[in-house]
Protein backbone atom coordinates (compact mmCIF):
# COMPACT_ATOMS: atom_id res chain seq x y z
CA UNK A 1 0.00 0.00 0.00
CA UNK A 2 1.28 3.47 -1.11
CA UNK A 3 0.38 6.99 1.09
CA UNK A 4 0.47 10.19 -0.85
CA UNK A 5 -0.50 13.50 0.51
CA UNK A 6 -3.36 15.02 -0.97
CA UNK A 7 -4.17 17.88 1.83
CA UNK A 8 -4.09 19.55 5.06
CA UNK A 9 -6.69 19.95 7.33
CA UNK A 10 -7.49 23.75 7.89
CA UNK A 11 -10.36 23.83 10.14
CA UNK A 12 -12.51 21.36 12.02
CA UNK A 13 -15.83 21.53 13.31
CA UNK A 14 -16.86 19.25 16.78
CA UNK A 15 -20.60 19.27 16.52
CA UNK A 16 -20.99 17.79 12.86
CA UNK A 17 -17.70 16.32 13.49
CA UNK A 18 -16.60 17.62 9.91
CA UNK A 19 -12.65 18.30 8.67
CA UNK A 20 -12.38 21.25 6.36
CA UNK A 21 -9.64 19.84 4.09
CA UNK A 22 -7.70 22.20 1.66
CA UNK A 23 -6.89 19.82 -1.52
CA UNK A 24 -3.24 20.31 -2.45
CA UNK A 25 -2.37 17.52 -4.52
CA UNK A 26 -3.89 14.58 -6.74
CA UNK A 27 -8.11 14.24 -5.60
CA UNK A 28 -10.09 12.90 -3.32
CA UNK A 29 -13.13 11.16 -4.37
CA UNK A 30 -15.91 9.15 -2.54
CA UNK A 31 -14.78 6.13 -0.69
CA UNK A 32 -11.04 6.94 -1.35
CA UNK A 33 -8.91 5.63 2.61
CA UNK A 34 -7.35 8.84 3.70
CA UNK A 35 -5.30 9.11 6.87
CA UNK A 36 -5.18 11.84 9.07
CA UNK A 37 -1.90 12.51 10.84
CA UNK A 38 -0.73 15.15 12.81
CA UNK A 39 1.01 15.15 16.39
CA UNK A 40 -1.64 13.61 18.08
CA UNK A 41 -3.78 12.35 15.48
CA UNK A 42 -2.95 9.02 13.56
CA UNK A 43 -6.27 7.44 11.76
CA UNK A 44 -7.56 5.90 8.53
CA UNK A 45 -11.13 6.33 7.43
CA UNK A 46 -12.91 5.77 4.45
CA UNK A 47 -14.37 9.06 2.85
CA UNK A 48 -18.24 8.53 3.40
CA UNK A 49 -19.44 12.05 2.67
CA UNK A 50 -17.84 14.94 1.42
CA UNK A 51 -18.97 18.72 0.51
CA UNK A 52 -18.07 21.71 -1.14
CA UNK A 53 -19.67 24.91 -0.94
CA UNK A 54 -22.78 22.89 1.03
CA UNK A 55 -23.08 20.53 -2.41
CA UNK A 56 -22.50 16.50 -1.74
CA UNK A 57 -19.62 16.05 -4.55
CA UNK A 58 -17.75 12.72 -5.42
CA UNK A 59 -14.25 13.62 -6.29
CA UNK A 60 -12.28 16.78 -5.19
CA UNK A 61 -9.22 18.33 -7.26
CA UNK A 62 -6.37 20.20 -6.34
CA UNK A 63 -7.81 23.85 -4.97
CA UNK A 64 -11.06 22.73 -3.94
CA UNK A 65 -11.57 23.55 -0.35
CA UNK A 66 -13.97 20.54 1.12
CA UNK A 67 -16.13 19.37 4.39
CA UNK A 68 -15.13 15.61 4.72
CA UNK A 69 -17.44 14.11 7.65
CA UNK A 70 -14.60 12.28 9.97
CA UNK A 71 -15.03 9.64 13.36
CA UNK A 72 -12.12 11.63 15.89
CA UNK A 73 -10.60 14.75 16.15
CA UNK A 74 -8.20 16.35 13.48
CA UNK A 75 -6.11 19.34 14.18
CA UNK A 76 -5.51 22.33 11.86
CA UNK A 77 -2.46 21.93 9.91
CA UNK A 78 -3.00 17.37 10.16
CA UNK A 79 -1.75 16.18 7.09
CA UNK A 80 -4.19 14.16 4.47
CA UNK A 81 -2.83 11.06 3.05
CA UNK A 82 -4.27 9.07 0.37
CA UNK A 83 -3.93 5.19 0.69
CA UNK A 84 -3.51 2.98 -2.43
CA UNK A 85 -3.01 -0.51 -3.03
CA UNK A 86 0.34 -1.17 -4.25
CA UNK A 87 -0.26 -2.64 -8.06
Known amino acids: MTEEQVGVVVKFFAK ?3 AAIEVTAGSIERGDTLRYKGHTTDFTEKVGSMEL ?3 PIEEAKVGDLIGVKVKERVRENDLIYKITEAS
Open 16 to 18: PSV
Open 53 to 55: DNQ
